[in-house]
C-alpha cells in the first residue's frame, strides 16, 4: 500500500511540472506573438497616418464640384451614397424646373433693369396708372361739357311744304249798293310754302352759375392728375419693394451655393477619414443631412426669385415670362435728411395735399353756384323768320329781341345743399388734418428705420467677420482631432446665417432708404 501511494504522489508531482513548463512556454510564445504583432501594426499606422495626410491633401485641393464620372466611381466604393443618389437626381430636376420657369421663351423678352429703369417702364406701361389716366380723360371730357353750356343756344328751323291748292280770299260787296266794284281774291297760302326761323338764346343770370360749375369741372381734372400722381407714388413703392425682393433671393442662392461647395469638400473630407477608422457613418449622415438641408433651401429660394420676377413684371406691365435681368447697386454711406427738413418738402410737393386744396376750392366753387341759384333767371332772346308763300298776311322778314323771366321758389332745398356743402368742407379739412399727421409719423418711422438698418448692417458685418473667423478656428482644430463634425456644421451654419442676416441688413437699408426719399421729394 505504501508503495502505491508513493508512486501516485511522484505521478501527481511530475504532471504538474510538466503543465507549468507547458504554460511558460505558452506564455513566452503569445509575448513573442504579441510582440511582432505590435510592430506590424505600429508600421501599418504609420503607413495609415501617411496615407490620410495624402487624402486629405488631395481632398483639400480638388474642386467641390462633383462630376458625374466621379459620382459613378464613388457609388461603386460607397453603397450608402448609391443609395441616396436617386434623391439627388430628384432635386436636380426639380431645380432645373423651377429655374426655367422664369427663362424666356419664344413669347417672352430680355429685360435688363436697374431701379431708374424699372420705375420709368411702371410709369409707362403699369395698367393701374393706365386707368388713372382714363379717368383724367373723362374729366376732361366733363369739363369741355361744362364749358359749352356756357355759351348762346342756337336753334335753327326749316321746313318746305306743297299743299294740294292755293289758300285765297274772295271780298263781296252788298249787293244793294249803287256801285259794284270786282276785287280779286287775296292771296293767304300759295301752293308751294317755305319757312326758315334761327332763335338765339343766352341765359343771363344761369350763366354766372354754369360759369362757377365750369370751373369745378376745371379744378376736378387737376384733382385727378394729383390723384394719378398718388397711384404713381405707390406704384414705384411697389416697384422698389418687389425689386429689392427680386434682388434679395438672388443674392440668398449665392449664399447658399457657397454653403452647398463647403458640405460637398467637408463631405469628401469625412469619407477620407472613415477609410481609414478616423470618423464613422453617424459622421456622414450628419453631413449629408445637412446637404439635404441646402438643396431644399436652394429649391424654396430659386422658386421666391421666379415669383419675386414675376410680380415685378406683372407691376411693370411686361409679359410675365419675360426673363428680368436684375442690377442693384446698394447705397453705401447713406446721407440722411433731418426729418423735419423731409416733412417741410412733403407739405409742398406731396400729391395728398396738392388734391386736398384742389377738393377746397371745388367746395367753395360749389358755394357759389348755389347763390346764383337764388336770383331769378334771365335769359334773352333773339328770333328772325323767313317766309315765303304766305301771301300778304304774313311779312318776309320777322324777327324779335326780348328776355324771358322765370323764379323757382326752392330756397330750402338750397339751403340744404349748402349744409351737405359745408359738411363736406369740414371732412376735407379732417381728411387734410390726417394726412399731415400720418405724413409725419411715417416720416419719423422711416427715418428710425434706416438709421436702425444702417446700424444693423455695421453690426452685422462684425457678426460675420466673427463668424468667419469661429469658422476658421473650429477647421484648424478638426485637422488635428481637438474638434468634430458636429461643431463643424455648426461652425458653418452660423457663418451662413451671418451672411444671410447681413444681406437682409443691406437690402433692407437700401429699400428704407429709396421710401424715405420718395417721401422727402
Sequence with gaps: MNKI???????????????????????????????????????????????????????KNQDTTVKAGNNEKQTQKNPEKAANKPKSR??????????????????????????????????????????????????????????????????????????????AINFALPENLPISIDMDPIMVREQFTMQTTVTVAQPVTPWFSLKSLYDLDKVEVEAKNQEFEMARDKVEAKVKEAFFKAFKARSYLEIIEDAHKMLLSQKKRVEALIKYEYATSADLAKVESA??????????????????????????????????????????????????????????????FKMLKKREEQVELAKKALQWDKYPRVMAVAQYKNSLGFGDFEPMNQGFVGLMVSWKFKWFNRWREEDKINLKNHRIQ????????????????????????????VSRKAALKAAKSAYTKVENLKKHEYSTVSDLLEARTQLTNARVKLTNAKYDLGLQFSQYQALCK
Design 5 to 59: 501511494y508513493f508512486i501516485c504522489v511522484a505521478v501527481f508531482v511530475l504532471t504538474g511540472m510538466a503543465a507549468r513548463v507547458s504554460a511558460q512556454e505558452k506564455n513566452e510564445a503569445a509575448a513573442k506573438a504579441s510582440d511582432k504583432t505590435k510592430q506590424v501594426e505600429e508600421k501599418a499606422g504609420t503607413n495609415k497616418a501617411k496615407k490620410f495626410e495624402k487624402d486629405v491633401k488631395k481632398a
Design 90 to 167: 430628384k432635386l436636380k430636376k426639380i431645380t432645373k424646373k423651377i429655374s426655367k420657369l422664369g427663362q424666356h421663351n419664344q413669347k417672352g423678352k430680355i429685360i435688363r433693369l436697374d431701379l431708374k429703369k424699372a420705375l420709368k417702364l411702371a410709369r409707362e406701361k403699369n395698367v393701374d396708372l393706365r386707368i388713372k389716366a382714363l379717368e383724367i380723360a373723362e374729366a376732361r371730357i366733363k369739363k369741355n361739357i361744362s364749358k359749352r353750356k356756357l355759351y348762346p343756344v342756337i336753334k335753327v328751323e326749316a321746313n318746305a311744304l306743297f299743299w294740294n291748292d292755293d289758300l
Design 291 to 352: 446637404l439635404a438641408d441646402v438643396k431644399a433651401q436652394k429649391i424654396k429660394v430659386t422658386a421666391s426669385i421666379q415669383l419675386a420676377k414675376q410680380f415685378l413684371a406683372y407691376i411693370l406691365g411686361v409679359e410675365i415670362n419675360s426673363s428680368l435681368q436684375l442690377i442693384a447697386k446698394l447705397p453705401n454711406g447713406v446721407k440722411v435728411i433731418s426729418p423735419g427738413r423731409c416733412i417741410k418738402m412733403a407739405m409742398q410737393s406731396n400729391p395728398i
Design 430 to 457: 379732417l381728411n387734410l388734418e390726417k394726412a399731415k399727421r400720418g405724413l409725419s409719423l411715417s416720416i419719423y418711422n422711416n427715418y428710425t428705420k434706416v438709421q436702425n438698418s444702417s446700424a444693423l448692417v
